[in-house]
Each structure stands twice: as C-alpha cells, then as structure tokens.
C-alpha cells in the first residue's frame, strides 16, 4: 500500500517528466502483461513444487549470487505490484 501512494503521490507532480512516466508506465504493463498471460494458468502444484526445490537450492548458493539477485526480486515485486495497481 506504501508504494502506491508513494507511486500516485510522485505521478501526480511530476511536470514535465510526466510524458517519460507514461511511457515507463506502459512499457512495464506490456512487460508484466507478457509474464502474467504466460504464467497465470501454471497449476499451483507445479509452482509449489518449484517453490521447494528453489528453497533446496538456496541452501547451496553462495551468498554473492544471492545478493545479486536481491535486486531483481525487488524489480520483480514492484512489476507484480504495478500490474496489479494498473488493473
């Protein structure tokens, strides 16, 4: 919820940015469209199951991988929360 009005509160008084806003604003709605058209229907027992052998896996990654990928599961939260907020 902090986000969304983080992210109203900010749109709103953008000035002259706002045309590059849009244009961030659809280009990320295309892109989370393309990834939740083509995951949405994957049963929930196969992304269970790929849950668990990704948290398997965790436990032999070496900690710089995982702090490489910090940033991208923020990306991705932030996709998922704007798909959400734009629909």
């Not at 604003?25 to 849950?51: C, G, I, Q, W």
């Not at 990928?69 to 704007?82: D, H, L, R, S």
Request: glycine content about 2%; aromatic content about 12%; overall charge positive.
């Amino acid at each position: 919820m902090c986000y969304a009005i983080l992210y109203s509160y900010t749109k709103e008084r953008a000035g002259c940015l706002k045309p590059n806003v849009d244009i961030v604003e659809e280009v990320m709605k295309t892109f989370v469209a393309s990834v939740y058209d083509r995951f949405h229907l994957v049963p929930d027992e196969v992304l269970k199951y790929t849950n668990r052998k990704v948290v398997e896996l965790d436990n032999h990654v070496p900690s710089n991988v995982k702090k490489a990928y910090e940033p991208t599961t923020t990306a991705k939260q932030c996709a998922v929360f704007a798909w959400r907020k734009l629909h």
